[in-house]
């Protein structure tokens, strides 16, 4: 089986997308495959979406990943699917959906979230109108660049004249 799996990742490197099609068909036809496994095939069945400009196929993948048992997937790939089903959610504008994925991946002991994180939060936010709540991830966000933009202060600013 993670032989398969590792056949599936050669051929998407090697940008032969309908030979990992078939690599990851023959797991998912698969009985009892085990959690670490399942959360395997998704994490790479996602990535195949991706890389086919397959957004919701990307996140239906990413979806069944994060309804295995959290306890048995591995942290790196649990970590990976949350940030990046995030990221495509907000790419779609389901930014509820984004925002509740980011903040379980902010959750998980594993992050450590950079200035671009904490502005993606405040965006995030930013467009769910939630002005006042996006103030911290922003301040957070100048706080931590080297050299935040310019658009992040002018940002802050609104968001401040906001909820005055």
């Known amino acids: 089986m993670i032989e398969r799996l590792s ?5 998407m490197q090697g ?8 690599a990851l068909d023959e797991v998912a036809a698969l009985e009892n495959l085990s959690v670490f496994e399942a ?11 991706h890389r086919s400009d397959d957004v919701d196929g990307a996140i239906g993948a990413y979806e069944s990943l994060l309804g295995l048992p959290r306890e048995d997937v591995p942290p790196s790939v649990l970590q990976q699917a949350l940030r990046n089903v ?12 984004g925002l509740e994925a980011f903040d379980a991946w ?8 950079t200035a671009d994180d904490h502005y993606t939060k ?12 996006a103030v911290r991830p922003l ?8 050299a935040p933009d310019a658009s992040w202060y ?6 401040r004249s906001r909820v005055r």
Request: aromatic share 8%; charged share 25%.
């Open 154 to 159: 002018q940002l802050l600013e609104y968001l």
């Open 106 to 113: 902010l959750d998980l002991p594993e992050t450590m979230p």
């Open 15 to 22: 940008g032969d997308a309908e030979c990992a099609r078939r």
């Open 139 to 146: 301040e957070l966000a100048i706080a931590a660049a080297d």
């Open 7 to 11: 056949a599936a990742q050669a051929c």
């Open 86 to 97: 995030a990221m495509l959610y907000v790419r779609q504008e389901r930014y509820e959906a």
């Open 39 to 49: 959360a395997n095939l998704h994490n790479l069945e996602a990535d195949l979406s």
């Open 122 to 133: 405040a965006s995030i936010l930013y467009r769910l109108g939630r002005y006042q709540a």
